[in-house]
């Protein structure tokens, strides 16, 4: 049953790891199923959750305005996507 817990529970670091992911891909439906589980256990990491859902939400209403901005924050983008993808590949 421990073995079990292990692989179910995230720690707060990885379960922060996954929402950002989250905001621009598809989490696995293993990563979902831990995310919400440690979420539902976790008022700091919920309460990160709300806040970086809000923060995401106003960024891209702000990119949305300035073409300029736009041009950079999807930059900015393609690098944090091309940063956990190689997180994921030294993990496996």
Do not use: W
Not at 9 to 33: G, P
Not at 52 to 72: F, G, N, R
Request: contains cysteine.
């Amino acid at each position: 049953m421990g073995k079990i817990m292990n692989v179910m529970m995230l720690s707060c670091r990885k379960a922060t790891e996954l929402m950002e992911k989250k905001l621009d891909k598809k989490l696995s439906t293993t990563e979902t199923f831990q995310l919400k589980l440690h979420i539902s256990m976790c008022k700091a990491c919920s309460d990160y959750q709300s806040h970086t859902t809000m923060i995401d939400a106003a960024m891209k209403d702000e990119c949305d305005q300035l073409p300029q901005v736009h041009e950079e924050c999807e930059e900015l983008k393609m690098r944090i996507l091309k940063d956990l993808e190689n997180e994921e590949n030294k993990e496996k």
